[in-house]
């Protein structure tokens, strides 16, 4: 499993998720940082400062 907190990119935000692999954080990202933050989409920079940040996690 895969894991990333908005926190992890220096956002004032308690949001976190999980999911199998990058592309589905990356899709978890983008619909919170579009509902919660107004982003109308990730730019190039920021998805890979996300993509270095998510971590690896154990499966519950
Ligand atoms: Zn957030």
């Known amino acids: 499993m895969k894991s990333f907190e908005c926190k992890d ?3 004032n935000c308690g949001w976190k ?7 589905e954080i990356l899709r978890q990202v983008e619909e919170h940082g579009r509902k919660v ?4 989409q990730l730019d190039p920079e920021l998805r890979d400062r996300i993509q270095s940040k998510i971590k690896d996690t154990q499966a519950a």
């Open 37 to 40: 933050h107004g982003m109308q």
């Open 9 to 11: 990119i220096g956002v």
């Open 17 to 23: 998720c999980q999911a199998e692999n990058e592309q």
